[in-house]
């Protein structure tokens, strides 16, 4: 298997861009992470599903943060519009069922001018 | 390349005990280290974060220590409650790269 698979690895937009994130995830894992990194606040956690239905959306910073996970190989994070702040790493990671492990994609570098 | 080490991999305790857990990594230039808990069928929860400038983080009943130079880093857990087990990762930022130790499977008994 190839691992998590997130794309684009880098992206650089202007301010009020909408961005958009992809993560295909290990072929037979239930769990569907997003995370966040950044050198301030380490890295957190903004969503995740499970069996493609979102169960915790808590660490979603605000109405801009957006995602979706029509189906089982496939999930977008979304920004719109996007701020300089937004600046970060994005990390897809996905889990089988037990939900004990977590496999951690290569993330994307985000950057908004 | 950095690699983190946990240690114990599983660690049980009666309710009430004080505890540490143990982080060793190999390359000191971090900038960053992290604590984490993992419950079953949820994301990783932050816990606390030290930036390499700093010698430790407290937050409640939790304290995190870092020494560089040595490699290492400390999660102290005082008056221990079975709502704390979990298993627990830390994980280390350099470079560019983020790297997880295997974790502490914590088991907290009534």
């Known amino acids: 298997d190839a691992g998590v698979i997130q794309s684009p690895r880098h992206e650089v937009t202007e301010m009020g861009q909408e961005v958009t994130l992809r993560c295909k995830p290990i072929s037979g894992h239930d769990y569907l992470f997003w995370y966040r990194q950044t050198m301030m606040r380490g890295l957190e956690l903004l969503i995740y599903f499970n069996n493609n239905v979102p169960i915790d959306d808590s660490g979603m910073p605000e109405d801009r943060f957006s995602a979706k996970m029509p189906n089982a190989s496939f999930s977008t994070l979304k920004i719109q519009p996007s701020e300089p702040r937004d600046s970060a790493v994005y990390f897809c990671a996905s889990g089988p069922t037990g939900g004990n492990e977590q496999f951690f994609g290569p993330g994307t570098r985000l950057t908004v001018l | 390349k950095q690699e983190v080490t946990q240690i114990p991999a599983a660690l049980s305790v009666p309710e009430g005990e004080n505890l540490v857990l143990n982080c060793s990594f190999t390359?000191?230039?971090?900038?960053?280290l992290q604590w984490f808990r993992q419950d079953p069928g949820k994301g990783l929860t932050s816990l606390l974060l030290i930036q390499s400038s700093q010698r430790e983080q407290t937050s409640g009943r939790l304290n995190a220590s870092l020494d560089k130079s040595s490699g290492r880093s400390t999660l102290y857990i005082a008056a221990s409650q079975p709502g704390d087990s979990a298993t627990y990762l830390c994980a280390v930022h350099n470079n560019n790269d983020m790297r997880f130790g295997a974790g502490t499977r914590l088991t907290v008994k009534p």
């Open positions: 390359d000191s230039a971090i900038y960053n």
